[in-house]
C-alpha cells in the first residue's frame, strides 16, 4: 500500500514536469529504467501508447531487449523490436546514436525518449569541455526532427528509476554506462559528484543557466533567419555582428544540407571575406564566391 501511494505521489510530481506531444506516441524502450519510467508516465498520462526497442547489436544488446520485452510484458502492451547496424567510427557511441535515430525517425507518428535533466546536465558539460557555442550550453533539445521528443528533460534520473522500481518493471542497466572511457560516463560517475559537492543544487542551476542561454540562441536565431537567403551577400554579412553573422553561415550551410563544423564554417568565411574565391566541400559540392554574392554548387 506504501510503495502505490508513493508510486502515485512520484509519478504525479514528475506528470507536472512532462512535456508530452499530443497524440498517439511511440515509446523508446531501451530497457533500461528511464525509458521504463516513461512508459508508466504515458500510460498514466492517458496517452495511447506503442513501445519500440531498438537492437544495436553489442555483446549486451540481448540482454537489454529481454529486458524491453519483460518491461512490456508487465505494462501488457506489445514490443516491436529494430535490429540496426551499428557501422565502424571514430566514436562507436556517436555512431550507435546515429544508427538508432536513424530507426526512430523512420517510425509513423511521435516518438518519445527517456532523456532526464541529469542527462541533459551531462551534455551541457560535454559540450563544455569540447569548446561549444551556445547551442551546446542549451541542454538536450525537446526536439528532434522529425518525430523524436524528449519529455522528461526536467524529471532527474533518481526519480525515473524510482518510478520504475516502485512499478515493478525488471530494467537493466546498460553495461557500457560504466566504462570510463567515454566522456560521458567520466563525467557522471567522476566530475559531476564532485561539483554537486561544491553546489548541492547544481542541476537546477544548470537548468537556470540553459533555459537562460535558449533565449539568448532564439534571439539569435531569429536575427539571423531575417538576413538568411539561399545566397549570401558578402555586403550584408560583412556588416553583422560577428555572433549574428556567424549564426547566419551556421544556418546557411544547414539549409543546404552541408556540414556544420567548425572547420567548414571557416571555409566559407575565407570566401565570404575574399581570402579565396572557391572552397572544396563535402559530396563533391562547392562553397564559390560570384560577385557580391557566396553560393553553393
Known amino acids: 500500500m506504501a510503495a502505490t501511494r508513493r508510486l502515485r505521489e512520484l509519478a504525479g510530481s514528475a506528470l507536472t514536469r512532462t512535456r508530452f506531444p499530443t497524440g498517439p506516441v511511440t515509446v523508446a524502450l531501451s530497457g533500461g529504467a528511464d525509458s521504463a519510467a516513461l ?42 523490436t529494430v535490429s540496426v547496424v551499428v557501422v565502424e567510427g571514430a566514436s562507436l557511441e556517436a555512431q550507435a546514436r546515429a544508427a538508432r ?22 551534455t551541457m558539460l560535454i559540450n563544455l569541455v569540447r569548446g561549444t557555442g551556445v547551442d551546446g550550453l542549451t541542454g538536450i533539445p525537446y526536439h528532434h526532427p522529425p518525430n523524436v521528443y524528449r519529455p522528461i528533460l526536467e524529471v532527474s534520473r533518481s526519480e525515473t528509476r524510482e ?17 570510463l572511457d567515454l566522456t560521458r560516463n567520466h563525467i557522471r560517475h567522476v566530475v559531476l559528484p564532485r561539483l554537486r559537492e561544491l553546489n548541492p543544487n547544481l542541476d537546477e542551476t544548470m537548468a537556470r ?21 539561399d545566397e549570401l551577400e558578402t555586403s550584408v554579412i560583412t556588416t553583422l555582428p560577428l555572433p549574428i553573422a556567424d549564426r547566419v553561415v551556421k544556418r546557411w550551410l544547414a539549409a543546404h544540407d552541408l556540414e556544420v563544423s567548425a572547420d567548414v564554417v571557416a571555409r566559407v568565411w575565407s570566401v565570404v571575406s575574399g581570402d579565396s574565391d572557391r572552397q572544396e566541400l563535402a ?15
Not at 105 to 116: C, E, L
Not at 163 to 179: E, G, H, M, Q, T
Not at 283 to 297: H, L, N, Q
Open 39 to 80: 512508459a508508466v508516465l504515458a500510460i498514466r498520462s492517458g496517452l495511447e501508447v506503442s513501445l519500440l526497442h531498438v537492437h544495436h547489436g553489442f555483446d549486451d544488446s540481448d540482454m537489454l531487449a529481454a529486458a524491453a520485452s519483460e518491461i512490456a510484458g508487465r505494462l501488457g502492451l506489445p514490443l516491436e
Open 101 to 122: 535515430y536513424g530507426a526512430l525517425t523512420r517510425v509513423d507518428g511521435s516518438v518519445i525518449t527517456g532523456h532526464t535533466r541529469d542527462d541533459a546536465v551531462e
Open 163 to 179: 518510478i520504475a522500481a516502485l512499478a515493478d518493471l525488471p530494467f537493466r542497466d546498460d553495461p557500457a554506462n560504466d566504462s
Open 209 to 229: 543557466a540553459a533555459s537562460a542561454l535558449r533565449s539568448d540562441r532564439d534571439l539569435l536565431d531569429e536575427m539571423a533567419d531575417g538576413v538568411l537567403s
Open 283 to 297: 559530396r563533391g559540392r562547392s562553397v564559390v564566391r560570384d560577385r557580391a554574392v557566396v553560393r553553393v554548387e
